[in-house]
Each structure stands twice: as C-alpha cells, then as structure tokens.
C-alpha cells in the first residue's frame, strides 16, 4: 500500500503542472499581437510509478502512479514554412524595389504627356518647318533657339535625375548594409543567450521567437539560408556566410555588390536596387545618351538638291568642293552622309552668307555629346542669326551671300524627323519611334514589375497566413484551453480538499475505543 500523504503529493503535481499550463496560456494570449511571437504549450507526462509494497510484492500485478509532470515549454513551429516565407519575403523584396524604381523612372520621362521630351522634339521639328517657310525671320530663328534649349534642357534635366535616381539607389544600399549588420549581430547576440539558457536545461522560447523574428527581417534585405549547429544559428546571406554561433561576418556596400556580380546575391531589397541602378536606370540613361549623341553626330544620310552650294573647303564622298575648282554649285542632287545635325548646318549659310559651324556643343568641352552635357552652340545661343538655314548663295569671297529666300537646310532640318538613323540598335529607326521604343519598353518592364510585385506579395501572405495558422495564437483556442486547465486545476484543489478532510476524519475522530 502507499503512504498516507501520498495522495496529497499526486494533488500537488497537479496542481503544480496546471498552473504552468494556466501560465503559458496567459503567456500567448498576452502576446497574441506580439510581432514574431510563436503560441506555446506545455508538454506533460506522467511521473515515475511506485511499485506497490506488499508481502507478495514480487507476485503483485501493477505499480501505484505518483501524478504528472510538466517536461518542457516548446513553441509550435513550422521549420518548412519558415524557410517559405524566408524565400517568398525576399523575392517580394527585390520586386517592390524594382516596380518602384520603374515607377519613378516614368514619371522622369513624363510620357505621354504636354510637358515631355517628345513634346520637346516635336517643338524642334516644327521651328525648322516655320524657318524653312519664312527664313528671314528673325522670330522664326529665336524661336528655333528657344526651342533648341528647351530640348537640350530637357536631357539635360531628365540625365540629372537619372543621376540622381541612381545615387540614391546606392545611399540604399549603404543603408541596407547597415540595418542587415545590426539584424546580423542581434541573431548572433541571441545564439549566445539561448545557448546560456538551455545549458541550464531551461526552455529559451522567447528567445528563440526573438532570433527568428530577426531572420526573418533579414530575408527582406537579401536570400538567406538557415542552419542548426550546436552553438546556434549558422546564417548565410546572400551566399556569404555571415553568422556561425556568436561570430558575425558585418557585410558592407562593397561586399553586396560583389555578391550581386557574382550571382550569389539573388533576391531581397538590396539585389532590387543594385539591379534596378545597374540595369533600368543604366540602361535608360545609356539609350537617351545615344539619342542625344546621334542627333548631334551620328551619321546621317541626306539628298542635297540640285542648286546647293557647298562651303568652300568642304569634302564629301571624297571630294573637295572649293572656288578654284570651280564645282562648289551642284548641277544635281547629290547624296551624302554627314554627321548627325552638326554636320549638316556646317554645309547651310546664316543670313550673313556665312556658313554654318556646329549646332549643338556640349556644357563640359568634351568631345562626346550625352544627354547630360548636350547644350547648343554658344554662338548661336548669343545670336540666334548665325543658325544657318539657306542652301544656296551668290558671288564669292566677301561678296558671298544668301540667297533670299532660299530655305533648303532648314527644309532638309524638318525632313530629319523622318529620316532613320542608327542609334547603335541593329535597325535604322527614327527619333520619334527610338524615343517611343524607350518609353514603351519602359512601360513593358514596369507592368511586369509590377505584375510581378503583387504576385510576390499574394504568395508571401498565403505563406504568411499558413504559418499563423500553426504558430500563431488563437484567442478562441487559449481561451478552451483556459477552460480545461481552470476545471483540472479545481479538480485538484477539490482532490486535496477531500483527502484534507480524509486525514482529518483519521486524525482527530479516531482512538482507542471508550476514551
């Protein structure tokens, strides 16, 4: 048989056990808003059985239970849908980053719009058109100036803020650097901690919600791959191993964009800004300078009518037009390549008789035109009458001038909008459809980005949403649970009350018979 207070020792493991079940269940439904905190439970056993003390122990069927236990607090986790969402955060992460860099790059562009560089362009054109009408006019040649600058105003302004866009796409990356450095540290931080606490043999659960939640903010920073040792988390992020126990490898600008060049670095918001800077903007940045560069010197295959003069000195398709050679005249049309609209205003004449120098240049002297630096000649922005317009002219020398009314460069400037030049693609295409090229696959690019944004975003919440199902606290369900636990706690109390009442009966009302 057992002790007498035997059966109070199996009323106090209970009650004992319960209140720990009563105390987790506060536990989560105080932290049922708790960013990254996991539901607890407790996990219970039976104690250690006695056997039975008796004469005929040896022979006796069963042994006498001593009550339960409480063995350990663990969270409820799902190491599967961790490693999902890890993943599905992190392609979210680069998609938001390019579908807002694309979104910035067509505001920048503007078009279509009233305001935009094609409005711009088209300005251009048709102040050649109105020149070639009336090339006397003073009007019409301040006019083509004004329109001039505000088109190369434009690039220049649109290749700023496409600097600009690009610069700030790396202060991100810098800013990233920093924040997935103080992420990487508190993971390490925490593996110390959690181990210090479960080498005495206690549940580290806050802890451990606590270093997951971490990673789980680093996966929106880049792909990150997790890994249980013994001392902790081993983290690698974006292919560099950046935690292993309490050691942490602090990553910087320099080291993410090398991880991004070699492929390693494949998701998350740094990836998006380095992808975004170094293809988008680039690239758009890259096709405006061309657009720029061939508009001032690309190469350019034009008719000169019949009647033209041509500069003395000029050479084209290899021969030299001059006085003395007496073939400066043309006596029919003649077909020739020049470069890009400087080349051809160099063969026209201002109303001076002058011919024409350069009509665009660039603000910094260089050499190569870009949208950034494109500017108009400083001496036509002084004096919009040196804009050559006239193909033709009379008499030599100081005696040479304009034909009146002879607008034929500047007719031959209009026909340009039509004309197709090379812009470095492998087809010959005009300005209008290059530039409306730009801004269509532009739009292509931002429509899947965006697509593509909101399909990571879709996924990562249905992850999201498993994941909480599983680990998330349930009020309905803590509050049956609180149910249960405060009837098995009264259940107990009554037990010990009854056996009090038992031992008490024993105690006090029992003796020897007449006394």
């Known amino acids: 048989m057992t002790s007498t207070f035997h059966s109070i020792e199996t009323s106090k493991r209970s009650l004992v056990t319960t209140t720990a079940s009563l105390s987790t269940v506060s536990h989560n439904i105080a932290n049922a808003d708790s960013a990254g905190y996991s539901r607890q439970v407790v996990h219970t056993s039976a104690t250690n059985p006695l056997e039975a003390v008796a004469f005929k122990n040896a022979t006796s069927a069963g042994q006498i239970g001593t009550g339960v236990e409480a063995t350990s607090v663990q969270r409820v986790r799902s190491l599967f849908l961790d490693t999902q969402f890890q993943g599905e955060n992190s392609s979210l992460g680069s998609w938001d980053i390019r579908s807002d860099t694309l ?33 006397q ?27 600009a866009l690009s610069n700030n796409l790396t202060s991100s990356v810098s800013l ?17 901690s959690i181990m210090s606490v479960e ?39 974006g292919g560099q191993n950046a935690v292993t126990g309490t050691a942490v490898t602090q990553v910087t600008a320099a080291s993410l964009q090398a991880a991004y060049e ?63 050679a007496g073939n ?66 009379t008499g030599t020398g100081t005696n040479e001038k304009v034909v009146t009314g002879n607008g034929g460069l500047a007719l031959l400037m209009t026909e340009l909008q039509n004309t197709k030049m090379d812009f470095g693609g492998t ?11 730009i801004v269509g696959q532009m739009g292509v690019d931002s429509q899947e980005a965006t697509r593509q944004a909101a399909n990571a975003k879709t996924l990562t919440d249905q992850v999201d949403a498993s994941r909480k199902s599983v680990s998330g606290v349930s009020l309905d369900e803590e509050m049956t649970d ?13 037990f010990m009350t009854t056996f009090d009442q038992l031992l008490d009966k024993l105690i006090n009302s029992t003796g020897r018979v007449g006394l």
């Not at 990233?176 to 110390?192: E, F, M, R, Y």
């Not at 270093?211 to 992020?237: E, H, M």
């Not at 249960?484 to 009554?494: G, L, N, P, V």
């Open 103 to 135: 979104n910035k790059l067509e505001t920048i562009v503007n078009e279509p719009s009233d305001t935009g560089l094609q409005k711009v362009i088209n300005n251009f054109w048709s102040s050649w058109s109105d020149l070639s009408n009336n090339p």
């Open 137 to 163: 006019s003073t009007t019409n040649q301040k006019i083509l100036k004004e329109n001039t600058l505000a088109l190369t105003d434009a690039m220049n302004q649109m290749s700023k803020q496409l600097d």
């Open 176 to 192: 990233d650097a920093t924040t997935i450095n103080s992420l990487l540290s508190t993971v390490g931080s925490l593996n110390k």
């Open 199 to 237: 080498s005495q043999g206690n549940d580290a659960n806050d802890l451990r919600d606590s270093r997951d939640y971490a990673i789980d903010q680093l996966s929106k920073y880049g792909n990150v791959q997790v890994t249980q040792l013994s001392d902790g988390y081993q983290v690698n992020f």
């Open 262 to 324: 070699g492929g390693t670095l494949s998701s998350g918001e740094v990836h998006g800004y380095l992808l975004s800077r170094d293809t988008y903007v680039a690239d758009y940045k890259t096709q405006l300078d061309q657009l720029a560069n061939t508009l001032a010197n690309g190469d350019l295959t034009v008719k000169l009518p019949s009647g033209s003069v041509i500069p003395e000195g000029t050479v084209l398709n290899g021969v030299t037009y001059s006085t003395a």
């Open 328 to 393: 400066r005249t043309l006596t029919s049309d003649l077909t020739v390549t020049v470069k890009g609209i400087n080349g051809l205003h160099q063969l026209g004449y201002n109303s001076a008789g002058k011919a024409g120098g350069d009509f665009f240049g660039t603000t910094d002297g260089s050499g190569t035109v870009t949208a950034g630096n494109i500017t108009m000649n400083k001496t036509l922005q002084d004096d919009a009458s040196q804009i050559a317009f006239s193909l033709r002219t």
């Open 427 to 437: 087809t010959p295409t005009t300005v209008q459809d290059y530039f409306n090229g």
């Open 482 to 494: 609180l149910i249960k636990f405060q009837h098995a706690y009264s259940a107990a109390s009554r």
